[in-house]
């Protein structure tokens, strides 16, 4: 695990993980997927079923959620 300003982060996240971390629900994960919705982060495809998110997408896709005040 790598500590970032969104905490510890392993290499790569479940999307569990990535729900527990966002809020966002395991479902509108999956559903961007399925989607290839340009609003979620880039995922990793291991194989058929197995996906995950680099820690480096997220914290990329995170930054680019930032709006100003």
Do not use: C, Q
């Amino acid at each position: 695990m790598i500590r970032t300003a969104f905490g510890d982060l392993p290499e790569y996240l479940t999307r569990k993980e990535l729900a527990s971390l966002t809020g966002i629900s395991v479902a509108t994960f999956a559903r961007w997927a399925v989607e290839k919705n340009p609003d979620g982060p880039r995922m990793t495809k291991f194989s058929g079923t197995l996906v995950r998110y680099a820690r480096t997408d997220v914290i990329a896709w995170l930054e680019s959620r930032k709006v100003s005040a």
